[in-house]
Every structure is written in structure tokens, then in C-alpha cells.
């Protein structure tokens, strides 16, 4: 990844006086010394000032705040800082809150470790979960009460699952027995919603770690009937 053109694109943003950082998968991997592909941002800053500044590549996401621009022949995905309301069974945001600061925008996240926030012009690092004590330790941990996490949107199993083992990361056990406890709650998604997840998994630790991981924690793979399910 060419660092030097997502620091052109952080530039561009703070010269208007905003605040921007690298989060998620990609400040894992700049923190770990990793290349990454995949180029995750936040800010405060609107939409509208987004889309007047760099080229817009997919607005799909738009009305939760996100949106990919292309710079440079790189795809980056910019995301305004926000909180999320969630309705019982509906998985997604029933409403999304633009917010002003990453402290408000770290609650709505997967795990600690996603929640780790980084400017790449001055390294300063803004972790209000201690995202980066766990990173290094090697622990995939909730950000707040599993249960909850959970009730709100069950891909979160998979999704931990999945980046656990990707990063050979130990589950911290608070969040493992909420994973076995709530496997019952993959059984509510839309095959499509599960089998996205699931061909993620795929993708990422390949056919043998993935099938390991499915028969020990019980869940059962589902055929792709109706893609519109």
C-alpha cells in the first residue's frame, strides 16, 4: 500500500481543518507493519465536502456515512464518525448519529481491537479502548457487553471467528462463551447476509481452518438458494 498517497488524502482533510485517521483493519496493519489492501478512514468531516474533493467510486453506503472515493488509483473507504441505534432483529442501524470526536465513534465498533485510531501525519494514536494493549496481546475482546453486541447483529460471531483466526489471536473468554452461547442467533440472518460472511471466512483462513472452526462451534453452512432472500 502506498502510504505517502492515503497521507496526500489525510492532508487534504486536515487542511480544512477536520480530523481524519486510519482505523479498523488498516490501523492493525499499519501498527503491526503489515501492507493492507483494504484502506479504512473516519473523520468529522461531511460528506458533501468528500465528494467535492475526490472522486467518488461507490456511494452505496452513503446513508450510514460512507463512502469510497478513488485517489490515485487507490480505492479508500471514508466513514464519518457516528453512533448507531439498532431496532430488535433488524441487524442493521435503525438510526445512525453523525458524531464529532473517534472517543463517540469507538462505542459502535465490533472489538477493541477495531477501535484503534490513527493519523498518519502525526502518529498520534487515539485508543479509548485500549484497543492497542489488546492487539498486542494477541486477544480479540467486545467492545462492551457481548450479549448485547450480539443481539444487535449475530454476524459479529462470524466476523470474530474469522478475524480471530486470521490474526491467531486467543478470544478473551467473556466473548468466546458469547459466541457458543448465541450460535442459536446465526439461525435469524438471511442465508445471504450468513453466507457473506461465511465465504469471508473462506477467503481468509481457506477450506480446512474454515471447517475446523464451523464443526467446533456447531454451525451449520447453508446451501445459496435465493440470493435475494
Not at 88 to 112: I, N
Not at 116 to 127: V, W
Amino acid at each position: 500500500m502506498d502510504i505517502k498517497k492515503i497521507c496526500e488524502v489525510f492532508s487534504i482533510i486536515k487542511k480544512a481543518r477536520y480530523q481524519v485517521y486510519l482505523v479498523g483493519g488498516s490501523s492493525r496493519d499499519y501498527l503491526y507493519g503489515r501492507d493492507f489492501l483494504d484502506v479504512d478512514i473516519t473523520t468529522n468531516a461531511p460528506l458533501e465536502f468528500i465528494k467535492k474533493n475526490f472522486q467518488v467510486y461507490d456511494e452505496v453506503g452513503a446513508k450510514y456515512g460512507s463512502i469510497k472515493i478513488i485517489y490515485k488509483n487507490i480505492v479508500m473507504e471514508i466513514t464519518r464518525f457516528r453512533k448507531e441505534i439498532y431496532e430488535e432483529k433488524s441487524y442493521y442501524p435503525k438510526k445512525v448519529e453523525f458524531v464529532d470526536c473517534p472517543e463517540e465513534d469507538a462505542s459502535r465498533r465490533d472489538f477493541t481491537i477495531d477501535a484503534i485510531y490513527l493519523d498518519l501525519l502525526s502518529n498520534e494514536i487515539i485508543d479509548p479502548l485500549c484497543g492497542v494493549k489488546d492487539l498486542f496481546s494477541f486477544t480479540l475482546k467486545f467492545i462492551g457487553e457481548p450479549q448485547q453486541r450480539i443481539n444487535e447483529d449475530p454476524t459479529r460471531i462470524l466476523r470474530g471467528l474469522r478475524i480471530a483466526n486470521k490474526m491467531n489471536f486467543s478470544i478473551e473468554e467473556k466473548t468466546n462463551q458469547a459466541f457458543i452461547d448465541n450460535i442459536d442467533k446465526l439461525d435469524l440472518l438471511t442465508d445471504k447476509k450468513f453466507n457473506l460472511e461465511i465465504e469471508k471466512m473462506y477467503l481468509d483462513l481457506k477450506e480446512n481452518k474454515t471447517k475446523q472452526i464451523l464443526e467446533k462451534y456447531k454451525i451449520t453452512e447453508r446451501k445459496k438458494a435465493d440470493e435475494n432472500k
